[in-house]
């Protein structure tokens, strides 16, 4: 296996392949072929041919055939949660295929999907012989690499995290390591084995999830005992074992859905993963338990549910995030539509034909955005944070209006008179 005049093969474009193609092609020759079935329930995230590069040498393929020329091949398509909370698999087999039948002896397949842990080994492995007619150890070698697909979307200043990378033996994986070493530098990680990579990986998602659910369940129980739950986590931070979490829909809920291949994978083995699963039923009903709230506050205001004028600010996973999808968001502007409310939606950062296309919403740029009843300031991104009441005060009909601030960031201090405030 060597590293010089190497040609990379990326197996899917529009998931996260396009962004890890643009990563290679500044080092080497990259081939990338997509799948037609990778839009079926999971449409992508505003990546096209067009953001490719500058002078790349990307070369995207309408055949498979060519990807024999690879010596290493990245498969990076979704894995989806079903309806029932099980990881399809689907694509990313289907994608195994694909690898399998047209790669050369001697390549390594590097599996960049976030899987539960097992299943590079004992799903990818078995589809890749069969359809190579080759040994997976012998005659082709397997490693893995989960991508990030949200550092793609984040500031250039964010920090980014370790590339983490296993090999199913240590020759394997020093091949890895020195061709990502040479697009990523020092920012490699080693791990032990491919399922303790797996797993890592799903760890670091579980963290969120139960971190999330847990702020959002406390706020909850303050929000009946009338007691500002910002304050209590001000106070609580004074203690020197304190972890800073907030409630609100900045937990990315996209990627928490990951947590269910974790939990699925713990009941194939005999056990059943309370605090997880929890975790996970408080955050995938915090669209509708928030809408719920809203209703009932602005019942209690008499604000006319059926004619009543509401903006809904941010949309997308996260703050400074433009990733969409799965944002329970939309599930808080679904609940709110059934009562009626006349809703108008922006966000800077999202994408406004894919909120469109995926989740049937218009967004509408800010100096278009009619006097509202009420605010809904559900991720709030930077510019929001910067000026604070100046940039929601223009958007309310009076001082009798409402702002719900779902995350708590515009300053309680400087409240406007007789604007009312609801936090979660």
């Known amino acids: 296996m060597m590293s010089e005049n190497l040609i990379i093969g990326v197996i899917g474009l529009r998931h996260a392949g396009l962004p890890i193609a643009n990563d290679f092609a500044k080092m080497y020759p990259v081939l990338v072929y997509d799948l037609e079935e990778e839009f079926n329930g999971d449409p992508d995230f505003g990546l096209s041919p067009g953001n490719l590069i500058s002078g790349s040498t990307i070369e995207i393929l309408n055949t498979p055939e060519k990807m024999s020329e690879a010596a290493l091949l990245i498969i990076t398509v979704p894995v989806t949660i079903s309806v029932s909370k099980h990881p399809d698999l689907s694509l990313l087999l289907k994608a195994c295929e694909v690898a399998g039948s047209h790669m050369k002896k001697g390549a390594v397949v590097v599996i960049s999907s976030i899987v539960y842990p097992g299943v590079t080994q004992e799903k990818c492995i078995p589809v890749l012989e069969r359809f190579s007619g080759l040994e997976a150890g012998k005659q082709f070698f397997v490693g893995y690499s989960p991508d990030d697909l949200r550092e793609y979307f984040e500031s250039p200043a964010a920090p980014k995290s370790a590339k983490i990378i296993a090999g ?5 994986l020093d091949y890895i390591s020195e061709v990502y070493m040479n697009v990523f530098g020092q920012r490699v990680h080693k791990a032990e084995s491919i399922k303790a990579a797996e797993a890592a990986e799903l760890v670091n998602t579980v963290q969120q999830t139960v971190n999330a659910a847990l702020m959002n369940e406390l ?5 009946l005992m009338d007691i500002d739950t910002q304050e209590v986590l001000r106070t609580a931070a004074v203690k020197k ?26 009941l194939a083995a005999g056990h059943h993963p309370e605090i997880i699963l929890s975790a996970l039923r408080v955050n995938d009903g915090l669209g509708h338990s928030i809408a719920n709230s809203i209703i009932k506050e602005m019942n209690q205001l008499n604000l006319p549910l059926q004619s009543a004028a509401v903006v809904v ?7 400074d995030s433009a990733i969409i999808e799965k944002s329970r968001v939309f599930d ?16 800077s950062l ?17 100096q278009e955005l009619a006097p509202a009843d009420a605010v809904i300031l559900a991720v709030p991104h930077q510019e929001i944070r910067d000026i604070g009441w100046k940039s929601i005060r223009g958007l309310l009909k009076n001082e009798s209006s409402i702002v719900f601030d779902i995350k708590s960031v515009l300053d309680k201090k400087k409240l406007p008179e007789s604007l009312n405030l609801w936090r979660l």
Do not use: C
Not at 248 to 255: E, R, V
Not at 335 to 345: A, D
């Open 219 to 223: 706020a909850a129980i303050f929000k």
């Open 313 to 319: 600010i941010g949309v997308t996973t996260k703050e």
């Open 241 to 266: 074992d304190f972890l800073r979490f907030s409630p609100g829909f900045g937990s990315n809920h996209g990627k928490s859905q990951d947590s269910y291949q974790l939990t699925h994978r713990a």
């Open 168 to 172: 199913q033996n240590p020759s394997v």
């Open 350 to 366: 999202a994408d406004p034909e894919q909120v469109e296309l995926q989740f049937g919403i218009h967004l509408t740029p800010w």
């Open 332 to 347: 808080m502007i679904e609940e709110l539509q059934q009562f009626g409310l006349q809703i108008q939606v922006a966000d």
